[in-house]
């Protein structure tokens, strides 16, 4: 066969599976590809995978053509059984291998596709996460107020909200270094943590501050939440200001926060008070 006579017989090839590249499923697109194999009369094909020696062990009376995938984590074989007894033609085997180059860029795709997931998923993961506590970072915390607040307004729950600043974090910095801080931070990530419910909300907001979200929590309970927080944190020897706020059905969750946060600089400064005092 000529050279211009083999690029018709690629072109042809190409042609015929054209309709099967813009399937969303590829499983579906490599399905036609082999379904037009068996149209032309050039056998039943299947793929599989595994190594050669696997598939000639276990189909001792198929042609078992390897798939190379570059990059690929799979070994990948195309089988043909139902094969005319005769020598194929060069056409025929042409026309399978066409099939085969196929069949491999669209794994190929699928392999790519799979890392660009794998790897916008870790991204989108690791926007949502402070680095130091491995706590829902700031960013996350505003989508979870969002979350709580729509499911609040839907089943006419209540839910808390409170701000938790430390107290001792710019000593522990100036006085005994940054990492004694950082261990500080981790150390009450876990403590917060360790003292709310699986379904509530720990997050870090930025430096020394803290948000904590009770979902459906009772209003008469919040008193009883910022007695618990207070435990904790002093069980690991720190201190925090923590402000809390009620957030309604039918509210708006930023005024919750805000009304927190205000209520946290307020039992700030009555600290500060009482200190000053003694």
């Not at 094909?45 to 570059?70: C, H, R």
């Not at 008193?223 to 309604?248: D, Q």
């Amino acid at each position: 066969m000529t050279a211009s006579s083999w690029v018709g017989e690629e072109r042809r090839a190409r042609l015929r599976v054209a309709p099967a590249l813009p399937y969303v499923r590829r499983a579906d697109a490599i399905a036609a590809i082999l379904d037009d194999l068996e149209g032309q009369g050039l056998g039943h094909w299947t793929l599989a995978e595994g190594s050669m020696d696997d598939q000639i062990e276990a189909n001792a009376n198929v042609m078992a053509l390897p798939i190379l995938v570059p990059d690929g984590p799979l070994h990948f074989m195309l089988l043909g059984d139902r094969l005319a007894e005769s020598a194929p033609s060069n056409a025929n085997l042409r026309a399978v291998l066409s099939a085969r180059r196929l069949i491999a860029t669209l794994l190929s795709a699928d392999v790519q596709a799979d890392r660009l997931l794998h790897r916008a998923v870790r991204a989108e993961r690791e926007s949502m996460t402070d680095s130091l506590t491995a706590l829902p970072n700031g960013r996350s915390w505003w989508r979870s107020l969002a979350r709580e607040a729509s499911r609040c307004d839907r089943h006419q729950l209540t839910a808390v909200v409170a701000v938790v600043d430390l107290d001792d974090l710019k000593r522990v910095n100036d006085n005994e270094g940054h990492l004694a801080g950082d261990l500080l931070l981790r150390t009450v990530a876990g403590a917060l943590t360790d003292s709310m419910r699986g379904d509530d909300v720990v997050a870090r907001l930025g430096g020394d501050e803290f948000g904590v979200l009770g979902v459906d929590y009772q209003p008469h309970l919040q008193a009883r939440l910022v007695n618990r927080l207070h435990e904790s944190l002093a069980i690991v020897g720190a201190r925090a200001s923590i402000g809390v706020a009620l957030y309604e059905p039918g509210g708006f969750i930023d005024e919750t926060f805000d009304q927190a946060d205000r209520n946290m600089y307020e039992a700030k400064r009555a600290a500060r008070a009482v200190r000053t005092r003694r």
